[in-house]
């Protein structure tokens, strides 16, 4: 550390730039691993904003404070978080259910409270004074408080870009203009971003970090207690209880045809949290489904991943998570019908396929049964053809395996570095 900001300590301007240069300084040394100045040298320890939505973005934005806090140890986090980021440090000033909505029709049924919400809490923000906010995905909520925050001075980060390349990639601008710099999960995201020149990033997936390249089916058995030799379905209706309501009683259907054709089917079901348990023990109490071998956990939506032969889920991460899993699946879902109606209409979504694993191959491996043909027979019929196509998982998941080295990148340890590389900006 040069000597003069300790000589000239006692002329006041001097020792103010002082102090800036020392913040400054210290951001840049602690992000590349040399060495650190004295904390008490610092103005006051950094201070970081974030906000995160459903399980997700909690997961996301779990990895993303363990790995700043590699960086800065004395660092402040505080926002909306859920109980892991809780649990890496977080101080939380709203828990990340409260933004656990979905579709139009129903963000329009929460609208009052959400924009509410979203006063109280970016005003918050601002008057805590950070030196970053991060918004982690939930783009309706955060995008409205990163421009806000931005138009007002704070240095803003959206962590997780909405899907640009699925339907109005024109969106990049309004992102862009929201958020001093985007962090991307998938590839093909920073080319959308470039073509509006806004700051974009490819920091790859976290769960392409955390899951195996390898996985093994036979050990996730043992220890989920799950019998080795009999075929398994992994059943997977969502983590809001809006959607285990609305496909968990097609999916038991479903998996009711499956075990008349695989027998002594077990059929898993994760629970997301107890919220969910509740409510899927409720469900399987009341459908006609009785005679199906159904266990249902407490989390582990992974391991149950990998200890089964298919799995039968709604849209969303999870599909990403099976296919780092190496595990054939079928999406089905069924959205609000004025949800679908407004997305027809308006020729909203732009992409062939709507799963992760399809988007990402660029082939449709797996299919996508969506609103009127989400049936308990069309579902049924599609998880039976994996089971007895044996060519076409081999092929399947050779794919999957190829995307999954594309996505592994260290994504935490990259999104942390670009947030330091946001904040030692000048």
């Known amino acids: 550390m040069p000597s003069w900001t300790k000589r000239n300590s006692k002329s006041p301007r001097l020792r103010q730039a002082a102090k800036t240069y020392v913040h400054s300084w210290t951001l840049l040394n602690a992000a590349s691993g040399r060495f650190c100045a004295d904390v008490n040298d610092l103005p006051r320890p950094l201070r970081i904003a974030v906000c ?6 909690d997961q996301l934005g779990a990895g993303l404070v363990h790995a700043l806090k590699q960086r800065f140890p004395d660092a402040h986090f505080a926002g909306i978080a859920g109980p892991l980021m809780q649990a890496a440090g977080v ?69 997780v870009s909405p899907s640009v390349w699925a339907w109005r990639a024109d969106r990049a601008e309004r992102i862009g203009d929201s ?35 390898s996985t093994d089916r036979t050990a996730a058995r043992r220890a989920l207690g799950v019998e080795v ?6 059943v997977l209706p969502g983590s809001r209880l809006s959607e285990i309501e609305k496909m968990l009683p097609i999916f038991l259907s479903a998996a ?14 994760p629970a997301a949290n107890s919220a969910c348990r509740a409510r899927i023990t409720s469900i399987l109490a009341s459908h006609p489904s009785t005679d199906l071998d159904v266990r ?3 989390g582990q939506a992974q391991a149950i991943m990998i200890a089964s032969d298919v799995v039968l889920l709604a849209s969303g991460t999870a599909a990403l998570e099976a296919m780092l899993c190496k595990r054939p699946m079928v999406v089905g879902h069924r959205i609000s019908g004025l949800t679908y109606a ?85």
């Open 229 to 234: 030799e009999r075929p398994v379905l992994a």
């Open 52 to 57: 995160a939505g459903e399980t997700s973005g």
């Open 296 to 298: 249902v956990f407490d």
């Open 342 to 426: 407004i997305v027809k209409t308006f020729g909203l979504l732009k992409s062939e396929f709507v799963s992760l694993p399809n988007v990402l191959a660029n082939y449709p491996w797996v299919p996508e049964l969506l609103q009127a043909e989400c049936t308990p027979h069309n579902l049924a019929h599609a998880v039976q053809a994996w089971f007895n196509d044996a060519d076409r998982r081999a092929r399947a998941l050779a794919t999957f395996e190829q995307v999954h080295h594309t996505l592994r990148k260290d994504a935490s340890s990259r999104a942390a570095d670009a947030i330091t590389q946001l904040i030692t900006r000048s």
């Open 91 to 159: 101080e939380a000033w709203e828990d990340a259910d409260s933004l656990a909505v979905m579709g139009l029709a129903e963000v329009l049924s929460h609208l009052p409270r959400l924009l509410k919400l979203r006063k109280h809490f970016r005003q918050r923000v601002l008057n805590w004074q950070p030196d970053v906010y991060v918004g982690i995905d939930a783009p309706d909520f955060n995008l409205g408080v990163e421009a806000w925050l931005k138009a007002r001075g704070v240095r803003t980060m959206h962590y």
């Open 179 to 213: 958020a001093h710099r985007v962090l991307c999960l998938f590839p093909m995201e920073p080319p959308i971003y470039a073509t509006y020149g806004v700051d974009a990033v490819f920091v790859g997936h976290p769960l392409a970090d955390e899951i195996p390249l």
């Open 256 to 269: 009711q045809r499956v075990a008349s054709q695989q027998a002594g089917l077990q059929v898993l079901i």
